[in-house]
């Protein structure tokens, strides 16, 4: 049976919380948004997730996603204020949207699984490496609200 997938593929506010380890395995508490928004040949994901510790330091998402018209798979590249460029895959298999993750200079890299549980509810697990250290890994849940979207 073929999942239709919501994330990404519909317009929407969703709200992240869970956690994110850093490169020890230290768990910090995280929360965040995304707003996924589509445009004429161009889909976009702007978000950001706020973690706990050091004051509540930010990280941005900011993803530029080429439509899948179609297919199982597209690419997209994100501008990351930490990590530089990023470029990378979307791949829909089954109930999960698989995310490859790779830097321009080919420094950091990683994988992030997006798992549908309902419409409304995805549960995302993921890492980044920069060679073979651990940078950061992450657990959480994006729910999708239907405030927000002004």
């Not at 956690?19 to 994901?45: C, M, N």
Request: net charge neutral; charged share 25%; glycine share 12%.
């Amino acid at each position: 049976m073929k999942v239709r997938h919501t994330f990404l593929f519909e317009e929407g506010f969703w709200v992240a919380t869970g956690e994110y380890f850093d490169s020890v395995g230290r768990p910090v508490a995280l929360e965040g948004t995304a707003r996924i928004t589509h445009g004429k040949g161009l889909w976009k994901s702007r978000g950001v997730m706020r973690l706990a510790s050091q004051g509540g330091a930010d990280i941005e998402n900011n993803f530029d996603i080429r439509p899948f018209e179609g297919r199982d798979h597209t690419g997209w590249t994100s501008m990351n204020p930490a990590l530089g460029r990023l470029t990378g895959l979307f791949v829909i298999v089954d109930d999960t949207i698989v995310s490859t993750i790779s830097s321009e200079d080919g420094r950091f890299s990683g994988i992030e699984c997006l798992q549908k549980v309902s419409d409304f509810h995805y549960r995302t697990r993921g890492f980044i490496f920069k060679g073979d250290e651990k940078v950061s890994s992450w657990a959480a849940d994006l729910v999708r609200k239907t405030e927000g979207m002004h």
